[in-house]
């Protein structure tokens, strides 16, 4: 009999279909005569009748096996018969056609479509027994490794519990262990986390706030709503805060009891992390999609687009603008920070994503219509940014005509913030800085770091500041107002406040020490860059809390 020991797919009942496969079946030429398309429906038990009112003895869920020696020879009691078996919810009837019948009756074959019972008949000789003791040992093996599997569930979340694992992890196992897209929405249906399972992140959140709000509300883990959702409630401190949702799959496949666990335990799991992980999620959402965005790491521009539109921010027909807020050194709370600026933002109707991602730096991505100026735009976030965070230094990149063009975006305004020196001034009546204000100081700046331009400026100007560190002059000074004044000695002598004589004294031993011509332009310009260098190394680095770099954003010498 072990041969026809062959259990249905692994993690559900098997159905009438993989009974009427078994060999202890297969072997009476079944054939299915109505309700083909129910053959999908669990079988929960075997029930083998000659009664003429089986239904009376069935719970639902039954495989109900007959000669159909007890079948009325009436049409109405025919009807009457298949009516009770479908009434209590029988998976399938199987009659034999060996003994009364060589055919089956038509007012039982009509009778079967009309209710859409599975009607299965038998052209050779079936040991019933045998069929029972094969399928009960199949449903009872499942029973048994039902079990087992909730029990791994249980302590998968329970593991995940104790790790303090956060929605992200949580979200991501639910997912693996039904083979199901889960998503974690808030109360006002932004989709926070979505982790895809056979399908892309595009397919699970398009309009995702309207398929939400049709799909109802539900107090513990039920199918509801037009696309069949496995919803279950999430809170916080007692209160409803939102719900994790299971995605239908393929049509025909229905939720299961297992699934159902998973849920609940999902559920579970994110009551307990939203009240044990400080920073909001909404906040951890935007930071994840920010940083997904900075980092192109998703699938496909599609999958962008739906994630910032489950997320509330146009993603069609929109400029997006990337800008950073590097904070003073005096901020401290960080985290509220970056919530005083969202909470702000929100306020003056801002449509953005703000994030968080370095300790020191908070990132806006700035949704403008086509036709909204650029700067116009930025200029508002940006006293809107020093506003909530005194001190900041605000940076800008050009506008991205497509989210999938945002990461350029960013990757400018980085390098903006980057060439920033602190305390900078800024052209008369604008806040933030960008691109244009980007000259060779700045420049300089920025790639004080790299060795090339140390070794530049020690090659170039090593001698003559060595000599002023042992004689404790200043011919460096004499240096720089010679070539401020594009080499007219008489204009530097005037603004230094000395003779051209000592001017010219002092020219001579300087190029004497470097080497240098002064009366040509290329060698004026290469010092010149060489004394912008000696500035830029001499100026104070950007004091960051703790210390470190943005590890985001790299700069230029990066």
Known sequence: ???????????????????????????????????????????????????????????????????????????????????????????????????????????????????????????????????????????????????????????????????????EEVLRAAAEMSGRTVVLENLVHLALVCEPSGTTVRAALADWERRSRTTPATDRAEVSGPEGWLAAPVEYQGERWGRVVMLAALPGRVFGPEDVTVLERTAMA?????????????????RNALRDLVEQRHRSPADARARVAALGLPAEQARFVAVLADLPPSERDTGAAETRLSEELTATGARALVGLLSPTRLVVLLALRPSRPWREAVEEVSRTALDAVPGATVSAGAPAEGLADAARSFR???????????????????????????????????????????????R??????????????????????????????????RSAGL???????????????????LESGEQRTELHVALHAVDALRAPPRTRPGGGTDEFFPGPGS
């Open 460 to 493: 170039l100007l090593g001698p003559l500041l060595d000599h002023d560190a042992r004689h404790g002059t200043d011919l460096v000074a004499t240096l720089r107002g010679c070539l401020d004044a594009a080499g007219n000695k008489t204009v530097a002598a």
């Open 270 to 286: 994110l009551t307990i992390a939203r009240l044990t992980h400080p920073t909001p999620w909404e906040r951890t959402a935007h």
């Open 1 to 167: 009999m072990s041969e026809n020991r062959q259990p249905g797919p692994a993690g559900r009942s098997p159905t009438v279909a993989d009974v009427l496969a078994l060999p202890v079946l297969a072997g009476g030429d079944p054939r299915v005569v109505t309700g083909a398309e129910h053959l999908g429906r669990p079988v929960r038990w075997v029930h083998v009748t000659e009664l003429t009112d089986p239904a009376s003895f069935l719970k639902g869920g039954e495989l109900v096996l007959t000669t159909g020696m007890p079948l009325p020879d009436d049409p109405a009691g025919v009807r009457r018969y298949v009516d009770e078996l479908a009434a209590v919810g029988a998976a399938a009837l199987v009659i034999e056609l060996v003994r009364r019948y060589h055919r089956p009756p038509d007012a039982l074959v009509r009778a079967c479509r009309a209710r859409g019972l599975p009607l299965v008949t038998l052209a050779r000789d079936v040991n019933f027994l045998e069929v029972t003791q094969v399928v009960h040992t199949l449903i009872v093996g499942h029973q048994a490794d039902a079990i087992r599997r909730t029990q791994r569930v249980h302590e998968a979340f329970t593991a995940l519990t104790l790790r303090g694992a956060g929605p």
């Open 499 to 517: 003779s051209r004589e000592t001017v010219y004294q002092r020219l001579r031993i300087i190029e004497r020490l470097l080497d240098r011509d």
């Open 412 to 458: 400018e305004a980085a390098r903006v913030a980057e060439a920033t020196e602190p305390g900078r001034a800024l052209p008369s009546g604008r806040s933030f800085h960008e691109r244009s204000d980007i000259g060779l100081r700045r420049l300089l700046y920025a790639l004080r770091d790299d060795l090339r331009v140390q070794e530049y400026a020690e």
